[in-house]
């Protein structure tokens, strides 16, 4: 007789027929280098959790469609029994869509090639999509469930949050039914925040809640209690902290006064809890959600988008690198005097393991480097006729479009003029004439208008500063995540028409160009955006973390030996550092590329610091 999976009745989780209580923590193997997963994984258990809960991206397992990554970073299958070896129950949020702060809630930009896609719904398109992504996904670790044979994943969540997005109850049931065909036999549920809890729930599934402060908490409960009074009550997602825009004012911090409050009164009334974030981790390369309402509903200081950081610290119980915190030594107190209540996988492998320091290597001095049309000779490159049309819709990548990254749209003009632009152009446009910049505007204005006074070669530098992953009940923000160019421009009233477009996506195809192409000294680069490269000798036998203090840069990325870091913007802030993974440094040679499209700084170095600055 196999053993008996997660079951939820008379108040309690059982498992196996053991009465216990779920302590979880979120870690999401995507933002962690996968050589620090053991080290997280152990400090998880070490903290008195017996569960780890983990999304799954779509847009990172297939980036393409039907070409599948399971690779690396994102081992799944890996990271799964990693956790069971570490004595940990798995819950899986494999979406389709898991919001997370990450890139259109984790779904695959090349869905918006489809000019009429509704994304989370019954369109059939999605849905077939969806259908063959779980058929490729869920094969991977169905096998790995507790009821087949003991393995560590005990329940699985339908969709996310979706009572806050809509009230669709066939897309839950036909999401509930791709996953029962493709093998999931676990406990399943819904998790709601406090604008969806209903909306989101499906019959005989159960109702998780996700809150922070106590009031919200109060109010789902009563919920929950109404609706499912015989049932186990979790709250799915407990928030330790939060997240940052570009643009704010500080790093958002949770006081461990009003921590530990909430926690108190969740461990008591809810008696069930999953930490949101237990570890943050890195919103590494270009993966980083964003923010955006609709009509009169605004975010801060007025404007309708805001692009969330690198960091995705969240002010967790882990720090970006994994180090322990006062939430960390808190929660394990808090957790202790519940242990005879938990039961656990197994036992936790070894205690935690000490971190290497952060180390301050020696300045990169960045003396080549490549013009922005050098760049470009490595992009892909496509003419179009007629009205200039978005990343996503471009006829490249086998179909695919174009996914993240800037797109340059260049067309050589006759004369100069008042320049009118209707309608948003996302999400941040740079316009160049014969090299030289003439203005920057952003997807928050949304009618631009400027001069030109000469004609010559237009280029409009644009970046998908990334595409929102949340969007409020009875708005339309998601199905318009299209980068890029989708406007009309004009030039004193004449319409323009005919782009050559390239595809700055620093891919691993374009890296590879950018590299044969020859690099001219640092001296020669005399505007930008542009390219910079230099090197960091490593001697030392351990590598260690460190960060880039990216003060007196504009905008951009940083790529480490093929790996790009992810973004910088300092004078927004309110990040003005990168992490950077010891274990994605090498001994000997490592190469550092910056691209720059802001600003040439004074002093073209790299600098190092042993300390974040998080704002």
Not at 152 to 157: D, E, G, L, T, V
Not at 259 to 284: A, D, P
């Amino acid at each position: 007789m196999g053993a008996r999976g997660l079951e939820a009745r008379d108040h309690w989780f059982w498992i196996n027929g053991k009465k216990t209580r779920l302590f979880s923590g979120a870690m999401h193997y995507f933002r962690i280098p996968r050589e620090y997963w053991k080290d997280r994984l152990i400090k998880l258990r070490s903290s008195g959790c017996n569960v780890l809960e983990t999304y799954v991206p779509w847009n990172l397992h297939e980036p393409r469609r039907e070409e599948y990554n399971f690779k690396d970073m994102l081992d799944l299958r890996a990271y799964v029994k990693l956790a069971e070896e570490c004595g940990l129950f798995v819950i899986l949020r494999p979406g389709p869509y898991i919001c997370s702060e990450w890139d259109l809630g984790g779904l695959p930009s090349w869905l918006l090639s489809d000019s009429e896609m509704k994304l989370r719904s019954t369109y059939q398109p999605f849905i077939k999509s969806v259908e063959s992504y779980f058929q490729e996904l869920l094969p991977h670790v169905t096998d790995l469930q507790y009821s087949n044979g003991g393995g560590p994943i005990i329940a699985w969540q339908i969709e996310n949050e979706y009572g806050s997005f809509g009230d669709d109850t066939d897309y839950l049931l036909q999401i509930q039914k791709m996953m029962k065909e493709n093998g999931v036999c676990e406990l399943v549920f819904t998790s709601d925040n406090e604008q969806g809890l209903l909306n989101g729930a499906v019959d005989r599934v159960l109702m998780t809640a996700n809150f922070q402060n106590i009031e919200l908490g109060k109010e789902m409960l009563q919920i929950l209690q109404e609706k499912q009074p015989s049932m186990p009550r979790m709250c799915m997602e407990f928030w330790t902290g939060w997240f940052d825009h570009w643009g704010d004012s500080k790093h958002q911090v949770w006081p461990l006064n009003e921590f530990e409050e909430s926690l108190k009164y969740t461990l008591e009334e809810y008696g069930n809890i999953n930490f949101y974030m237990f570890h943050g981790g890195t919103n590494f390369a270009f993966m980083n959600g964003a923010n955006e309402q609709t009509e009169n509903d605004q975010l801060k200081d007025g404007q309708d988008y805001l692009a969330d950081v690198t960091s995705y610290d969240y002010d967790a119980l882990l720090t970006e690198r994994g180090d322990t915190t006062p939430k960390y030594h808190l929660t394990v107190e808090l957790l202790s005097t519940y242990k005879s209540e938990v039961v656990y996988l197994g036992d936790c492998p070894t205690t935690i393991v000490t971190l290497p320091a952060p180390h301050q290597y020696d300045d990169v001095m960045l003396n080549t480097g490549l013009s922005m049309d050098e760049v470009l000779r490595s992009a892909v490159s496509v003419d179009i006729k007629g009205n200039a049309v978005t990343m996503e819709m471009l006829p490249v990548n086998n179909g695919n479009g174009q996914s993240y990254g800037w797109i340059l749209y260049r067309k050589t003009i006759e004369k100069g003029g008042k320049v009118n632009v209707k309608g948003q152009v996302r999400d941040r446009t740079l316009v160049f004439l014969d090299k030289k910049l003439v203005t920057t505007f952003d997807c928050n204005t949304p009618e631009f208008q400027f001069e030109l006074e000469a004609g010559g070669v237009l280029d409009l530098l644009i970046e998908n500063m990334g595409r929102t992953n949340y969007q409020p009940i009875n708005k339309d923000v998601m199905n318009s995540q299209r980068k890029g160019l989708n406007n009309t421009i004009t030039v004193d009233g004449v319409e323009l028409t005919d782009w050559s477009v390239y595809c700055l996506d620093f891919s691993e195809d374009h890296l590879a160009g950018i590299k044969e192409e020859k690099f001219l000294p640092i001296d020669e680069i005399t505007s930008g955006p542009a390219l910079y490269r230099g090197h960091l000798k490593v001697t030392s036998l351990s590598l260690a973390d460190t960060f880039i203090d990216m003060s007196g840069w504009g905008k951009g990325i940083v790529i480490l030996n093929g790996r790009n870091l992810g973004r910088y913007w300092p004078v927004k802030g309110p990040t003005k550092t990168l992490y950077v993974p010891g274990v994605w440094l090498s001994q000997g040679d490592n190469e550092f590329m910056v691209w720059e499209t802001d600003q040439l700084p004074a002093v073209k170095t790299l600098k190092f610091t042993t300390t974040p600055n998080l704002g």
